[in-house]
């Protein structure tokens, strides 16, 4: 049989289910209060909108006794504690069998290396001599157009490799975030045969989604590539411009969030930051139709 890759999109479920199971007073019983206590106010900077405070948060990553009671927590139910680990039953009930590795994309952020850490913990711990690596996507869920450029390089490289040996590649989509979740996906099928699994809430099962031969309209993506290159060194643009009609979708965002500033008339001036966002979609569109 063919051995498989997954790649696993993480999120930060492992977090936010650990901070209401440190709610429950059983979990006192086995667990001394003080650190109890401590975690639950880690927790909350890492989770809570609220009281976020990324530097506290990153120093859960440095407490030991914390990062135990993490683990020991996803250890006992890893399906109500993990949404990676929940939509994987079908690959953890045969103990791995026929899995060659697991590739972890994480944010940069503390909550999602963190995450990603107790996951590669449970995985090497639970499917012995199976390779887990761990990618960190820097600007992942911190600036939406460069992070998920950086998520797609790393997984269209990934994906093209994994396929050069011969190997079967599978998605596992259920975490992170919605948005770049699915767009890696469409990339991933334009350098191999992919299949994406998901947890299904409505139906309680993890169900497939098949692999799509997918190819770019590389003639397309080139006019794409080139209306956006010249508008981005434009000092000023008219909305109405019918050069410009492939990429209304995003002028009018952007006008919609101030970026393009209203002249009036009709025109626009292009700021510094609408001018780099769509550079970074040059890039985008540019990694898509590239081969790697």
């Given at each position: 049989?063919?051995?498989?890759?997954?790649?696993?999109?993480?999120?930060?479920?492992?977090l936010r289910n650990a901070l209401l199971q440190?709610?429950?007073?059983?979990i006192l019983e086995e667990y001394s209060r003080e650190v109890v206590d401590k975690c639950r106010d880690y927790l909350r900077y890492c989770t809570d909108p609220s009281r976020y405070d990324r530097?506290?948060?990153r120093e859960l990553s440095r407490e030991k006794d914390c990062l135990d009671l993490l683990f020991s927590l996803v250890d006992n139910n890893?399906?109500?504690?993990?949404a990676e680990l929940n939509t994987m039953d079908w690959v953890l009930s045969s103990n791995c069998s026929s899995v060659d590795k697991f590739i972890l994309y994480t944010s940069g952020t503390p909550e999602g290396q963190i995450s990603a850490d107790i996951l590669r913990r449970y995985l090497v711990e639970k499917c012995s001599s199976i390779e887990v690596d761990t990618r960190i996507v820097e600007h992942l869920g911190r600036e939406f157009w460069r992070g998920l450029l950086e998520l797609v390089k790393l997984v269209r490289e990934d994906t093209t490799e994994i396929n050069r040996l011969g190997k079967l590649v599978y998605l596992n989509a259920t975490g992170g975030f919605k948005p770049e979740s699915g767009f890696i996906l469409i990339a991933a099928m334009l350098s191999a045969p992919v299949a994406a699994y998901?947890?299904?809430?409505?139906m309680k099962q993890t169900v497939m989604l098949p692999p799509i031969p997918i190819t770019i309209d590389k003639g397309r993506f080139r006019v794409l590539?080139?209306?956006?290159?010249?508008?981005?060194?434009?000092?000023?643009?008219?909305?109405?411009d019918p050069q410009l009609a492939e990429i209304q979708w995003i002028l009018s965002y952007l006008s919609s969030i101030e970026l393009l500033e209203h002249?009036?008339?009709?025109?626009y001036r292009v700021t510094e930051k609408a001018r780099e966002l769509l550079k970074q979609l040059v890039e985008l569109y540019r990694e898509l139709y590239t081969e790697v």
């Open positions: 049989m063919t051995t498989q890759v997954h790649l696993v999109v993480v999120g930060t479920s492992i440190l709610g429950n007073r059983n530097d506290k948060c890893p399906n109500t504690m993990s998901y947890r299904h809430e409505a590539e080139s209306i956006l290159e010249v508008s981005a060194r434009k000092d000023k643009i008219r909305l109405d002249l009036g008339s009709g025109y």
